[in-house]
T-cell receptor, first 112, second 117 residues
Framework: LAKTTQPISMDSYEGQEVNITCSHNNIATNDYITWYQQFPSQGPRFIIQGYKTKVTNEVASLFIPADRKSSTLSLPRVSLSDTAVYYCLVLLEAGNTGKLIFGQGTTLQVKP | NAGVMQNPRHLVRRRGQEARLRCSPMKGHSHVYWYRQLPEEGLKFMVY????????ESGMPKERFSAEFPKEGPSILRIQQVVRGDSAAYFCASSPLAVGGWNTEAFFGQGTRLTVV
């Protein structure tokens, strides 16, 4: 069972870089690491996924060390609109029927 | 391609009534997932359906809740004899393939906010 652990909350200021780290010690060989973002009163939205090393898109970067037991979501120069809950997910391999299981997530509060 | 459409956006029901929540997946998506989110809590998986089949209902309460995804039309989450504790946001997601492995992107709707009075 690849359970994830991430901080419950984080505060930041506009213009800063924010790094949210997630631990997934029991990640399976074929598992990808995925991050979702949820704004208040909206459904979650896929941000980024990766398997190893570094992945970057227009929204964020994802850093994954060689042992893959953790990952770090990096948001460059956050703005007030980045205030949201960020979920780290690692899909179960054997026995999973194919569904996303969300933990508590990290509530990011960006202040002016 | 329109996104996942859920309706109604807001639903108010009296205790004991039935609530029907509808979800139209994105075009070409045959996999549908329902989640419930209580105030100030995370998303809880309820049920996973593929056209005309329930794949995984391990998160569904044993009584009063049912879901379907017919060959034609939207997926329906039905709650019978609603109680105050059913008040929550219900989100639907869809994907063209079952999530897993390299495929971890599902598309979520805006949700239906159910209030039981």
């Amino acid at each position: 069972l690849a359970k994830t652990t991430q901080p419950i909350s984080m505060d930041s200021y506009e213009g800063q870089e924010v790094n949210i780290t997630c631990s997934h010690n029991n990640i399976a060989t074929n598992d990808y690491i995925t991050w979702y973002q949820q704004f208040p009163s909206q459904g979650p939205r896929f941000i980024i996924q990766g398997y190893k090393t570094k992945v970057t898109n227009e929204v964020a970067s994802l850093f994954i060390p060689a042992d893959r037991k953790s990952s770090t979501l990096s948001l460059p120069r956050v703005s007030l609109s980045d205030t949201a809950v960020y979920y780290c997910l690692v899909l179960l391999e054997a026995g999973n029927t194919g569904k996303l299981i969300f933990g508590q997530g990290t509530t990011l509060q960006v202040k002016p | 391609n329109a996104g996942v459409m859920q309706n109604p956006r807001h639903l108010v029901r009296r205790r004991g009534q039935e609530a029907r929540l509808r979800c139209s997946p994105m075009k070409g998506h045959s996999h549908v997932y329902w989640y419930r989110q209580l105030p100030e809590e995370g998303l809880k998986f309820m049920v996973y359906l593929q056209k005309e089949n329930i794949i995984d209902e391990s998160g569904m309460p044993k009584e009063r809740f049912s879901a379907e995804f017919p060959k034609e039309g939207p997926s329906i989450l039905r709650i019978q004899q609603v109680v105050r504790g059913d008040s929550a946001a219900y989100f639907c997601a869809s994907s063209p393939l079952a999530v897993g492995g390299w495929n971890t992107e599902a598309f979520f709707g805006q949700g239906t906010r159910l209030t039981v009075v």
